[in-house]
């Protein structure tokens, strides 16, 4: 259709890199899209933590549940929400600065915004990332390992990279079970379900010779028969952030 709708339907993460570090003019295009994100009034309210330092790559690969990609990646950012800055601008006006799940969300949204367009950048240029999410298992280690202030969290990291390996295209739920027009079809949501169950059967079928038999609802029925990081809340109100 267009060069940007093509790259969009080309991702996939990426978990082996080449030892090839990001160039200065990678970096800078990457970190510039990033920030051309929209952005809630725009408070801009999230940090980047780039992480040159080899040690540091290594201890957070470590936090992260030792997924070594994160150690191996050209170049791995801690996409960080902060209403920090936002604190210190009202202090500058020795204004009350208020914080409740609202601004919470907000600058949850705004480091995500940030990062897929840093992801759509540096993919763009040939490189490929992977979200890290798992640095949210040990938060508190990785805010201090960072040097976090109050009011600043890292919402997840992101390995970027020349890729090392070509792997497949995960399929996503079939439009009709995403759309929905005017209001929520729970019909066709249902009915998404029950297709995406088909298509990832295949899928894993196909990738695992035989090895892997089951559905997208069977994985995630799983994964959500506990909670997932039930930490994270006293992490959040430690750190300042009130979800009120
Ligand atoms: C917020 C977020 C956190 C993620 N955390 C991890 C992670 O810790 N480790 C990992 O290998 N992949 C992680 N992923 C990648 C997803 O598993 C991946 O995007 C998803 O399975 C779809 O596959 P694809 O990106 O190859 O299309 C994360 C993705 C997102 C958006």
Request: proline share 5%; charged share 20%; with cysteine.
């Amino acid at each position: 259709m267009n060069a940007v709708i093509e790259l969009l339907q080309r991702h996939r993460s990426i978990r082996k890199f080449q030892p090839v570090p990001l160039t200065p003019e990678q970096i800078q295009a990457i970190v510039g899209s990033a920030q051309m994100a929209s952005t809630s009034s725009n408070v801009q309210a999230y940090s980047l933590i780039a992480i040159s330092d080899e040690a540091t790559k290594r201890e957070l690969a470590r936090l992260a549940g030792n997924q070594a990609y994160v150690a191996d990646s050209g170049l791995f950012i801690v996409f960080c929400a902060d209403l920090h800055r936002i604190e210190e601008a009202s202090k500058r006006h020795q204004d009350t600065f208020h914080t409740n799940t609202e601004s919470f969300l907000v600058a949850t949204i705004d480091a995500a915004l940030a990062a897929q367009n840093a992801a759509v950048a540096a993919e763009s240029l040939g490189l490929g990332i992977c979200y890290i999410g798992a640095i949210r298992n040990n938060p508190e280690e990785v805010s201090q390992l960072l040097k976090l202030p109050q009011l600043v969290y890292p919402v997840f990291g992101m390995c970027i990279g020349t890729p090392d390996q070509e792997p497949s295209y995960r399929p996503r739920l079939p439009q009709a079970g995403i759309l929905h027009w005017n209001a929520y079809e729970e019909t066709t949501m249902q009915q998404g379900i029950d297709e995406y169950d088909r298509t990832i059967h295949q899928y894993y079928l196909e990738r695992t010779q035989g090895q892997t038999v089951t559905t997208w609802s069977r994985g995630i029925a799983d994964k959500y028969q506990k909670p997932v990081r039930a930490h994270v809340k006293t992490f959040l109100e430690a750190r300042g952030f009130k979800l009120e």
